[in-house]
Each structure stands twice: as structure tokens, then as C-alpha cells.
């Protein structure tokens, strides 16, 4: 008798087992929509950040083309003032001021139409253009300044 009971005490624990184990075809189908969903929302999640992202890097783009355009104005305006400066030198050093002008003023032209010729591809890219086109305007800012400096002497 007792090893009826024990018989019949395993066997009721192991259907139990299986019974509570085994997921209904209902209860899978429910799972898995539950599992798209999720997933459905986490892509949606995804796709807002990304747009969000390139909104902020076309906002960002965007304001340093003016903060651009600005610094180039202020090189054009500084390369006028050298050009009025230059007008009472000797024929000579006028000659050679002349010269450097002009490759200042084809240098900021260059800096202008390599600025308006950008287009957004990426922020990866756009940090490496910056960064150089940063570089670039500091150098032809600087050589701006050092001609209107040799030239007060």
C-alpha cells in the first residue's frame, strides 16, 4: 500500500510538472505578440532618437554656417581695411601687399564656397570637417593679422 501511494504520489507531482510546464497554443500566441510589441516599441524608441539626433545635427550644422559666413565677412572686411591701408606705401612693398591680398582673398573665397559646398553626411564626417575647416579659418585669420601687422609697420 504504501508503495501505491508513493506510486501515485510521483505520478500526480510529475503530470503536474508537465501539465504547468507545457504552455497552451493560446498562451504562445499571446507570448509572441506580446514579444513583437515590445519589440515594435523599442524600434519606435530607436527611430525617435535617431531623428532626434539628426535634427540636432542639422540645427547645429546650421548655426555654424552663419557663426561661419560671420568670421568669413569679418576677413572680408579686414582685407579691404589692409587694401585702403597699403594705398600710401612705396610702389614696391605696395606691389607685394597687393600680392598676399589677393591670395588672402581667394583663400577666404575658398573658405566660403568649401563651407556652402558641404553636405550633410553624417556626424562623424561632419566633426572631421569641422575640426579642419576650424583649422583652416584660424591659419587664414592669423595670416590676416600678420599682413595688417607688417603692414603698420
Known sequence: ????I??????TIIIGA???GCNSPEKKVD??????????????????ELNDAKENYLIEMEAYRKETASKI?????????????ISNEKKEIKADYVKKIAELKKRNSDMQVK???YKA???EKWTEFKAEFEHDMEGLGSSIKALGENNIK
Open 73 to 85: 565677412e569679418k576677413n572680408n572686411s579686414d582685407i579691404s581695411r589692409l587694401n585702403d591701408k
Open 18 to 20: 508537465i501539465i504547468s
Open 115 to 117: 563651407m556652402d559646398n
Open 6 to 11: 508513493s506510486s501515485s504520489l510521483i505520478l
Open 121 to 123: 553626411d553624417g556626424t
Open 31 to 48: 507570448n509572441a505578440v506580446e514579444e513583437v510589441q515590445n519589440a515594435n516599441e523599442k524600434v519606435d524608441n530607436a527611430k525617435n
Open 1 to 4: 500500500m504504501k508503495k501505491a
